[in-house]
C-alpha cells in the first residue's frame, strides 16, 4: 500500500521562506535567482515523508493470438524418441525406435498434444501400412466437431488384406465433415490400393473448405455450408483393425 504523507510532512512555500531573503538587506533578489530558490525548497520537499510518485512507465500490451501466420510456418512437430511427447495414446499402440505401431485392435486412437493456433493450416501424417485385414480395416486423421466449427474425418475406409476382393469392393479414400452437411458439396471418393513403403497423408484445412492428399496426389475435398471455418481440433490418429507404423506428424501454417 503507498505510504500516505503527514500534513507535517507538506511546505507552504509561501509561509515557510524567511522575509529576509525576500526582501532582506538594501538590495532585494533578482527574481531569476529568486525562483531558482523557490524550485530548490520544493525539490527539497520531494524527499522525507513524501508520498512516492506512480511509474507512468507504459507497460507492453499483452500480445494477441496470431489469426494468420506466414504460409509455410512450421507449427509443431511430433518427436517420439524419448516417449510419447505428450500424446495420449490408448491401448493398442507400442512406441518403437523413435515410431509409434498400432495393434489390430478396434478404435486404436493417438490423440495430438498440439491444436493448431491459425484457422488455416495444414497436417501431414508419415505411415506405412504393415498388415491389413482381409475383411477391411481403417485408417484415418479424425478433427473433433467444436463450438461454430464443424468436424471431419480424412483417410482410408474398408482396405484389405492381400487376398482377392472384387474391383468394386476397392478401399475408399475420402474426406468427410461431422456432422455430414447435407446441404454442402457432397465429399469426393476415391479408389486406393494399398502398396508398401512410407507414404504420406496431407490434409490441407482453409476455411470451409479441406481437402486431402496422399503422396501429393489429390484424392478428396468438402466444402462445410454450416460454419465458416472448420475445427482446429482434438486431433485424433484412428485405425482400426490394422497394424500402421506412423513416423511422423508435422502441422504447418498455410
Known sequence: MRATAPISGLWNVQNETPKHILTGGRRKLPVIMLVLFLLVLLCGCSGGNAAPVASTTPTAPARPTPTSLPAGTLLYQSD???GLDGWQSTGGWKLMHGMLQSDVGAGEILTSP???VVPNYAIEVRYQIISTPVNGGNFAVVADKAPQKDGYTAGILDFHGPAPHSEFSNPE???????IDAAGSRPQISDYESSPGVHTYRIEVQGPEIQFFIDQERKSSATSSQ??????GPIHVRVDKAIIRVFS???TAL
Not at 460454419?227 to 482446429?232: A, E, I, P, R
Request: no cysteine.
Open 249 to 251: 506428424v508435422r502441422i
Open 80 to 82: 517420439w524418441s524419448h
Open 227 to 232: 460454419t465458416d471455418f472448420l475445427s482446429n
Open 114 to 116: 498440439y491444436m493448431p
Open 173 to 179: 479414400v475420402l474426406v468427410f465433415l461431422n456432422p
